[in-house]
Nanobody
Framework: QVQLVESGGHVVHPGGSLRLSCAAS????????VGWFRQAPGQQREGVAC????????YYADSQKGRFTISVDNAKKTVYLQMRDLKAEETAVYYC????????????????????WGQGTQVTVSS
């Protein structure tokens, strides 16, 4: 089993930036792809980005428009999501999750393709 803990979410003004962290334990992170997802009240969970922790290949949802960056620190077993120019509609609980091989299915950014989830961290974008 893989245990995941998200952190870094808080209240930020529109246009502001946040860095979320996903700390993993119980497994070698290089054996997984890790995705970030978000779910707003009354909305479906949507994929934001994912990364292959072996070679560092990254994939992003079109809605990010270059504003978000996913990265991994294998020594710390932590995946990060750097978010800038945040919009009010991006208020949501943000989750990280893992996917085993084959990793290509993670690029669909579909929650159904990920098997281990953290508890989420709340991001609120408000003036």
């Amino acid at each position: 089993q893989v245990q995941l803990v998200e952190s870094g979410g808080h209240v930020v003004h529109p246009g502001g930036s946040l860095r979320l962290s996903c700390a993993a334990s119980g497994a070698t992170l290089a054996d997984y792809a890790v995705g970030w997802f978000r779910q707003a009240p009354g909305q479906q969970r949507e994929g934001v980005a994912c990364i292959s922790c072996d070679d560092g290949d990254t994939y992003y949802a079109d809605s990010q428009k270059g504003r978000f960056t996913i990265s991994v620190d294998n020594a710390k077993k932590t995946v990060y999501l750097q978010m800038r120019d945040l919009k009010a509609e991006e208020t949501a609980v943000y989750y990280c999750a893992t996917r085993t091989r084959p990793w290509w299915v993670a690029t669909t950014l579909s929650a159904a393709n990920f098997g281990s989830w953290g508890q989420g961290t709340q991001v609120t974008v408000s003036s």
